[in-house]
Nanobody
Framework: QVQLVESGGGLVQAGGSLRLSCAAS????????MGWFRQAPGKEREFVAA????????YYADSVKGRFTISRDNAKNTVYLQMNSLKPEDTAVYYC????????????????WGQGTQVTVSS
């Protein structure tokens, strides 16, 4: 099993940047595909980005492509989400998630979740 703890959320003005971190403990992070998801009030949780175990392939939702970057440091058991050019519509609770084996872009395919970190973008 793996435990995930997100950090780095906060309040930022539109056009600003934030970097989220997800620290993994328990089983080594390198064993897992890692993803970031978000959930805005009254909406379903949605896919944001995912990265393969080796870090050589990344995937993004169309809404964040070109603005967000997912990366991982397996030696530090940490996954990051660099968010640039933030928009008010990016406001949500952001969750880190992990799964074994193949890459996946849907919430139901992930087995382990963090508690979430709030990101608020003001206009």
């Amino acid at each position: 099993q793996v435990q995930l703890v997100e950090s780095g959320g906060g309040l930022v003005q539109a056009g600003g940047s934030l970097r989220l971190s997800c620290a993994a403990s328990g089983r080594t992070c390198s064993s897992y595909v890692m993803g970031w998801f978000r959930q805005a009030p009254g909406k379903e949780r949605e896919f944001v980005a995912a990265i393969k175990r080796s870090g050589d392939s990344t995937y993004y939702a169309d809404s964040v492509k070109g603005r967000f970057t997912i990366s991982r440091d397996n030696a530090k058991n940490t996954v990051y989400l660099q968010m640039n050019s933030l928009k008010p519509e990016d406001t949500a609770v952001y969750y880190c998630a992990a799964k074994l084996w193949a890459i996946a872009l849907v919430t139901t395919d992930y087995d382990y979740w963090g508690q979430g970190t709030q990101v608020t973008v003001s206009s």
